[in-house]
């Protein structure tokens, strides 16, 4: 199985990459990092250095700022809510380090794996809850804008970089076959919310974009 909190921190981990390839410009950093502590919630240390590493002086302290303007002691919830994935097979591999005198096997390693062709539900529930009571046109543009990057890191997470402990080895890369459905509590925007690759999950909110841009005028 793949724990919330694993999946939380891969999502998080891929995110931030995005932001370090794609980003160049500083003053979207500091945008793009307030609203990765929006969905996820406050940093951790080893988060926190790794952001600043990537911003100069004055924008850490704006970031700083701004954290402090909405959180609590630096302290928040995320607006991403994940939950446990179990496998329907499981599997076992095994590595044998060899010691680097004798070049001789020393004592074989199993571990736990997900064989090919194994499902898992992934389930990601999404609740802005701290923009309850905010202006519609903000609420709008938040949410446009936290889909958006949650849907491009979920590509990027599952397609390239892997969501495995050994992802570095080429572990924990899925095969697109999805069996998706997306929805939104409260919409009737449309109906067909099923997908079957990221290509169409993208449709699907792009869709939904259109749409509400087009009620809200």
Sequence with gaps: MVAATTW???LRWT?????ELKVADPEEKLLKRIQ???LFGHENEAERRYFDSLMSDDKRTAFEEEMKSWSTNGLRSGR???YPTFFDHIGLEVINPHDRKTKAG???IYIESVPDGATGTFSLLYVPFD???KPQNQIRDEVIADLDMVCKALREMMLTYGFSAKKGSGFGVIEEKIDGTFEMSGSTIYKDNKYSSFNQLEQLIERLIKEVMKNDK
Excluded: D
């Design 8 to 10: 939380k921190g891969n």
């Design 15 to 19: 995110s931030g990459k995005l932001v």
């Design 36 to 38: 990765l502590s929006k």
């Design 80 to 82: 991403l809510n994940f």
């Design 106 to 108: 020393t004592q074989p």
């Design 131 to 133: 923009l309850m009571g």
